[in-house]
């Protein structure tokens, strides 16, 4: 599920599954990191967010990774809802006085019921 | 109850003409931005804004401009539309935070279609 090509990548799973969304950062100096979910017609919507002195961070259902080795984001989704089907979204925070935001290429999540 | 709002959510016009979208934010947030989202979904950041500070893409034509008229206001005046500006655009805003990280909240979108 990683962004690359031209083509929004798409991310099949069953109803009921678990979900993995992967994310590959650019910028090693980046401290913070928010995955948003954006579905159809509407704008991203807030999820979770890691600060880069974590690996892990849990929320309800969602679980967010980060391995700053390899630069590397993941979003794990428990339990997938058809109302999950969504483009996501990594970005991080490179810095600077306004906090500004690189957002990543978005992963489509489609859900099988 | 919303928390940012745009207008309008779908504008429709002809090549060469000038157009304005508004945005409103009543989180109480010091930063506001502007992103542009093309087909395939890729958000890029054009303008970050607080009253103290206008940070431009330099990426972004001169033809674009934000104007605030006050805190809680970043509107987006664009300038001799062109064919290529059709794009989704999204207004966020962000609190001052007293530690650097600041989660961006975003508005619902304004479909621009230049004909």
């Known amino acids: 599920g990683e962004s690359v090509g031209l083509h929004l990548p798409t991310l099949s799973v069953q109803e009921g599954d678990n979900s993995i969304i992967n994310c590959a950062y650019s910028?090693?100096?980046?401290?913070?990191f928010i995955w948003y979910k954006q579905e159809s017609g509407k704008g991203p919507q807030f999820i979770i967010d890691?600060?880069?002195?974590?690996d892990k961070r849990q929320g309800q259902r969602v679980t967010v990774l980060l391995n700053k080795t390899v630069k590397h984001l993941s979003l794990q989704i428990a339990a997938t809802q058809p109302g999950d089907s969504a483009v996501y979204f990594c970005?991080?925070?490179?810095?600077?006085?306004?906090?500004?935001?690189?957002f990543g290429k978005g992963t489509k999540l489609s859900v099988k019921p | 109850d919303t928390a940012v709002s745009q207008t309008p959510k779908y504008l429709v016009t002809q090549m060469g003409n000038d157009k304005s979208i508004k945005c409103e934010q009543n989180?109480?947030?010091?930063?506001m931005y502007w992103y542009k989202q093309d087909s395939k979904k890729f958000l890029k950041i054009m303008f970050s804004?607080?009253?103290?500070?206008?940070?431009i893409n330099e990426t972004v034509p001169n033809r674009f401009s934000p104007k605030s008229p006050d805190k809680a206001h970043l509107n987006l005046h664009i300038n001799s539309l062109e064919l290529g500006d059709s794009a989704v655009y999204f207004c966020?805003?962000?609190?001052?935070?007293?530690?650097?990280?600041?989660?961006?909240?975003f508005g619902p979108g304004t479909r621009l279609l230049v004909l």
């Open positions: 966020a805003s962000s609190p001052v935070q007293t530690s650097d990280y600041k989660t961006q909240y």
């Open positions: 910028n090693s100096a980046s401290d913070y």
């Open positions: 890691i600060r880069s002195n974590m």
């Open positions: 970005a991080e925070n490179y810095g600077g006085s306004q906090g500004n935001l690189i």
């Open positions: 989180l109480g947030h010091d930063t």
């Open positions: 804004y607080n009253n103290k500070e206008l940070i």
